[in-house]
């Protein structure tokens, strides 16, 4: 029989998958857009904002989606730290 260390240890990777799958999805199906949508949106913005306004706004987009992505990372990296840190808990007190 599995002690409760251990279910948590399985319940810590189970929720690791889950959130990973989440975001696998979340990239490649809702933010996929074809190409023709693109081009339209693309002349909406140019319409809309002007030709000097344009690098401003993607810096600041790219600035966002990098920041996005570095916050992905840390709860991430916490993720897989709490997960090392309780199995080997779990390694220790099965040692004993």
Do not use: C
């Not at 996929?32 to 002349?43: C, G, T, Y």
């Not at 991430?76 to 779990?90: A, G, H, L, P, Y």
């Amino acid at each position: 029989m599995l002690s409760n260390k251990k279910y948590i240890v399985i319940l810590q990777h189970i929720s690791n998958l889950i959130i990973q799958l989440k975001i696998h999805y979340i990239m490649n199906h809702l933010l996929f857009i074809d190409s023709p949508v693109v081009i339209v949106i693309a002349l909406i913005f140019l319409l809309l904002f002007g030709g000097k306004k344009i690098p401003e706004l993607m810096k600041g987009l790219g600035k966002g989606v990098k920041s996005f992505k570095d916050g992905m990372n840390e709860v991430e990296n916490e993720i897989k730290d709490v997960t090392k840190e309780e199995t080997k808990d779990v390694k220790k007190d099965s040692a004993k």
